[in-house]
């Protein structure tokens, strides 16, 4: 059990160091771990391995991923308090504005294209 | 020493959070939304700091790599709801990013952010460990990308659903695209409380926006930055 646990991380991390290291060496417009992704998504695709070697320690990351970006934004404490008193009021309108734009634009659209008549069916 | 208790201490505030989540269904008692303030707190009022809170940012911030590729296997269990949905969701998550993108740097340039601030705004539809990753390329400070992505999700999640609503959006793929594509991590867990089929479109959504975020954002904040 645990064993199992310490490889599917294993190979998380190594799909990760393997993306990074294909990224920086052929100069791919993409993060190494965007890249990791695809590459285990291609290789469950492909069935080279099986959804059942990844599942359990993919699910403790998906539902616990919070836990890994939370000290990053308690990192906000070390940027400089300027940025937030000259800006803080101009982010907080844009967030505020974006975020309405962003959830009509994508659900008004999906809507729309889901709801065309197809005419050969 | 001083970094395994802040190790430690971030652990146990995210584990006390995840209790409080499960009591609260608002978006307001997120996990991060709980524990980040929490933790600033504390290491703000101890002489931890933020300084000695360093090294233990980097170190739990390096699972965010192997977290990602994580996300393979979500996007695989129900890569049916792309697969009979490629045009929907595609077009929308495309043209939704885009707007949100464009809409932050147009509203930027009115009220007078620097480069570095729009760059960073760019990023905020994709899940975190994506967004933090793309930083360096938008050269933008993932940490402020980090805070942005959690403060933009909240007001997605708070504001979404009822807006959806209100719009008469009620497919669950509309639902779960804007949910999970706009809104990310939080998103996903709001449309999971919606029910299953909004729950499965909104996680295949915030990875399929991941990776529109990673095409799309770099090079407009390159071009906008020309103009």
Known sequence: ?121 | MITIISIVLTVSIYAASIRVRARYRSPLFGPVVLSAPVIMLIITLTPIHITGYEHAIKIITYFLGPATVALAVPFYRNRHVLFTNVVPMVVSLVAGTLASIVGAILLGRVLGLPASIEAALSLKTATAPVAVALAPRVGANPTLVAGLVVLYALIVTFIGPRLLTALRIRGAVARGSALGGIGSGQGVAEALTEGEATGASAVVSMVLAALVVTVIAPPVVHLSSNL
């Open chain 1, 1 to 121: 059990m645990i064993v199992a646990a310490v490889l599917q991380l294993a190979a998380l991390i190594s799909l990760n160091l393997l993306g990074r290291w294909l990224c920086a060496t052929l100069h791919l417009p993409l993060p190494g771990n965007v890249l990791g992704m695809l590459m285990l998504f291609a290789l469950l695709s492909l069935r080279l391995v099986r959804l059942e070697w990844f599942e359990p320690t993919a699910r403790l990351f998906n539902r616990h991923l919070a836990l890994f970006f939370i000290p990053l934004v308690v990192g906000l404490l070390a940027l400089p308090g300027s940025l937030i008193r000259s800006h803080g009021l101009a982010l907080l309108v844009i967030i505020i504005v974006t975020a309405v734009v962003g959830v009509v634009t994508t659900g008004g659209i999906a809507t729309w294209l889901e709801r065309q008549p197809r005419d050969e069916q």
